[in-house]
């Protein structure tokens, strides 16, 4: 079975630096997609970023970008320049192609200090 | 466009009811998933479903059951409730099965006392 492990519970950083979270993902399937979402406090899930495990470059939207290292099964996600609007709980995900199985880690809670 | 419509918002509910959770989603989407999230431990999937007349287990599907008699809708029932089975539930589809983006309703908080 897959499984996502983000081993930050927790993390801070200073406005405008950069801070990276981490993601580890165990699966013997090789088609698979991964994926960061973020749940500010309104609860509501927002997607930050999606990779295809097929694609060796790594995935950026804006300030937001991933190390995907395929071999190592490890997927994190920099925030470059963070903003206050960036605190919030970010989920790393894995959606298998096979099963269309959709499973995501414990979460990691981003505070942001002015 | 509603989007995901979830129901009810909140309820409380005795331990040893029943109860199902409503899901409605008006994008046509094909998958449809149950998550529930719980502080310290993520979304757990509970039931997904990648087209209609479909439904496989996810990580905790235990006291859980799941029917997709259509596209549109993916309700969850809980047989008979039990206290360690309160939490926040959020429904979610998306296009194609889990290589697209995920679009949650607003999650449904369940307090069995």
């Known amino acids: 079975a897959q499984t996502v492990t983000q081993s930050q519970p927790e993390m801070s950083v200073q406005e405008a630096e950069t801070v990276t979270l981490s993601c580890t993902y165990d699966t013997s399937e090789s088609d698979y997609y991964l994926f960061w979402y973020k749940q500010p406090p309104s609860r509501q899930m927002i997607l930050v970023i999606r990779q295809e495990a097929y694609k060796q470059q790594n995935a950026t939207e804006n300030r937001f970008s991933v190390n995907f290292q395929k071999a190592a099964k490890s997927f994190s996600l920099k925030i470059s320049d963070s903003q206050l609007g960036d605190a919030a709980m970010y989920f790393c995900?894995?959606?298998?192609?096979?099963?269309?199985?959709?499973?995501f880690g414990q979460g990691t809670t981003l505070q942001v200090k002015p | 466009i509603a989007g995901i419509t979830q129901a009810p918002t909140s309820q409380i509910l005795a331990a040893g009811r029943r109860m199902t959770l409503r899901c409605t989603q008006d994008?046509?989407?094909?998958?449809m998933y149950w998550y529930r999230q719980d502080l310290g431990l993520g979304l757990r999937l509970i039931h997904y479903?990648?087209?209609?007349?479909?439904?496989g287990k996810g990580e905790v599907p235990d006291g859980y059951s799941v029917s997709r008699a259509n596209t549109d809708d993916f309700p969850l029932t809980l047989a008979s409730a039990v206290p360690s089975q309160t939490s926040v539930y959020f429904c979610a589809s998306s296009e194609n099965r889990a290589t697209g983006e995920l679009f949650f309703g607003e999650g449904s908080r369940l307090t069995v006392l």
């Open positions: 994008m046509r989407h094909n998958a």
């Open positions: 479903s990648n087209t209609a007349g479909t439904t």
């Open positions: 995900a894995y959606g298998s192609s096979n099963t269309g199985k959709l499973i």
